[in-house]
C-alpha cells in the first residue's frame, strides 16, 4: 500500500511538472532560453516536454535518474535520433550536474553491424555509454553528472559543435575515441582522478590548445591525441609509464618535459610535430635525452630521433643498438600529393646518416616503416664487418631495418668501406640495397681521424703514437677479424703485422688505415 501511495505521489509531481513545463513552452515553436526539468521517474523526460516543442529547446537542465528513454530523447534535442539520422534538434547548452544515469528503458542507440545485424545500445548506471551523443551536431556546452564514472567509447565523437565539455571528477575512464573528431572543443579539464584515457580518444580535436595530463594515468593508448593540430602545451605528470603509437602525432608542441615515470615511448609518437625541445626528468631510471635524441640510460641504446630540422646526424660512439623505428619519426614520409593541406609542421629534413665504427646491431624497422617516398640520400657505415641487422620472432627473421618496400632500398646509397663492399651485398638487411659503394670513409665528414694520434709505417708492423693514455686500441684486417686489442699508456706503441696487406686501426672507435 505504501509503495502504491509513494508511486501516486511521483505521478503526481511529474503532472505538475508537464503542467508547468506546458506553460513554459508557448504555441507557436519558439526557441526556449532555458529550461529546468526535475525528473522524478527515469523514464520521464519524453513526457516532460510536448513532441511539438522538444526541437525548440536551446538550453536545458535535467536533475533526477535518466535512462535509456532519457538519453534516447536528449539525442533527438540535440540533432541525432536513435539511428544516428538528422533530427531538426536545435540543443546548444546541456546541464545534466544533478542527474544521474541508471540503468533501463529502451535502446538509446543502434547500429547495423558489418554483418548486416543490428546492435543496439541501452543505459546503464553511472556510465554514458557507446555513441550516448555520438553527433548530436547541435551541442555547444555539456556538464556532465556528478555522479558519472564512465565515459564510454565514441561518446561525443563528431560533436562538432561542441566547445565546452565539464567533467566531474568522479569520471575514471574516458573511452576509445570518446570525443574523436569534436573539432571545436576548446575547453577540457581532466579530472585528477582520471585513469584511462582511450585510444583515439581526443582524435581530430582541431581547437584544443593545451592539456593537463592527470598522473593517475599510467598508458596514454595509441593516437590518443592524434592530429590535435593546434595543441602546442601539454603538461605530463608523474606516475604516467607509456606513451603510445602517434599520441602526439600532427600537432604543434615545440617542447615537452617528461616525468621520470616514464619507461617507454613508442615509435612515432611525435610523428610530425615540431618538437624540438624534449626533456626527461633526471630521476628516469630508464631514458635520457640528449639534444633531441632519446638514450637508455647507460647510452648504450639510440631509442628515438627527434632532430627536427636536421640534415645530418652521425650517431655517437657510445651507442651499440639503434632500437626499433628510433628514426621512424623523421624519415617516415606521406608521399607529397597526400600530405594533408592543413599541416605544415615537421616535415622530415633528414639525409644522410652516419653510422658509429662500434655499432653492433640495428634493430627491425629502426630507420623507417613503409613509404614509396623518402628524403634521406645517403647512410655510411664504417665497420668493416656490417653490424647485426633485424629480429628473431621464433622461426622468421625480420631484416627489414630501413625500409619496408624495394623502391626505399632503391633511393637511399648505402657507402662501406674500401674491400668491404661484398661482405655488405650479402649481409642481413643490408643486402637489400640497390646500391652499395665502397669508400674511403677516413675522409667523410664524422670520420675524420683525431690529431691526437698518428700511424706510422714501420718493419714488422706499425707504430702508434700519441695514443692518450688509456684508450682503447684495436687492429683489424680487411676481413674484419680483430688481431690486436690493448690500452695505451701514453708512450708509443709498436704492433707487429706482416706485410703485404691493408690493416684497419681504431683508436676510441677512431679509425684510420695502414698499407705494408
Known sequence: MLMKQNLLVKRCRMCLTLLLVLILLPAGGAAQSEIHLDVLVPGALPHLIPESEK??????????????????????MAGSDVNGSAT?????????????????????????AGDGTMRYYYASNDS???????????????????????????????????????????????????????????????????TEIGENAFQACYSIRSLNIPGGIKNLEDYAFFYCVNLSEVTLNEGLEEIGHQVFSFNSMKELS?????????????????????????????LTVRENVVYSKDLTHLKLFLQYGADTFTVPGHVRVIDTQAFADLLYLLHPENYPEDISVGKPTLKKIILNP????????????????????????????????????????????FFMNEEGYGLTVLRVPEGCGQRYREALGWRKFQHILETDLTG???????DDWKLQPVAGGVKVLQAPAGAELRVYDLQGRLLHQLRANGAEISIPLPAGSVYVVKVNGVSRKVVL
Not at 525548440?56 to 539525442?75: A, C, F
Request: glycine share 8%.
Open 88 to 112: 531538426p534538434g536545435i540543443l546548444e547548452n546541456l546541464d545534466l550536474s544533478e542527474a544521474r544515469m541508471v540503468a533501463g528503458g529502451d535502446p538509446y542507440f543502434s547500429l547495423e
Open 444 to 450: 667523410i665528414e664524422g670520420m675524420e681521424a683525431s
Open 258 to 286: 617528461l616525468p621520470a615515470s616514464v619507461r617507454k615511448i613508442s615509435p612515432l609518437a611525435f610523428f610530425y610535430t615540431e618538437l624540438r625541445n624534449l626533456k626527461i626528468h633526471p630521476d628516469n631510471p630508464e
Open 128 to 194: 554514458l555509454g557507446y555513441a550516448a551523443f555520438f553527433s548530436c551536431g547541435s551541442l555547444k556546452r555539456v556538464v556532465l553528472p556528478e555522479s558519472l564514472s564512465v565515459v564510454g567509447d565514441w561518446v561525443f565523437a563528431n560533436c562538432v559543435s561542441l566547445t565546452e565539455l565539464v567533467c566531474p571528477e568522479n569520471v575514471k575512464s574516458i573511452g576509445a575515441y570518446a570525443f574523436s573528431f569534436c573539432t571545436s572543443l576548446t575547453q577540457i579539464v581532466l579530472p585528477a582522478g582520471l
Open 358 to 401: 662500434e655499432l653492433e646491431k640495428v634493430e627491425y624497422g629502426a630507420f623507417a616503416l613503409t613509404t614509396d617516398y623518402t628524403v634521406l640520400e645517403e647512410i655510411v657505415c664504417p665497420s668493416i664487418n656490417p653490424p647485426a641487422c633485424g629480429t628473431q620472432d621464433g622461426e622468421q627473421y625480420w631484416e627489414d631495418v
Open 55 to 76: 526541437y525548440n529547446v536551446v538550453s536545458l537542465s535535467v536533475k533526477g535518474e535518466l535512462n535509456g528513454d532519457d538519453l534516447r530523447m536528449l539525442r533527438e
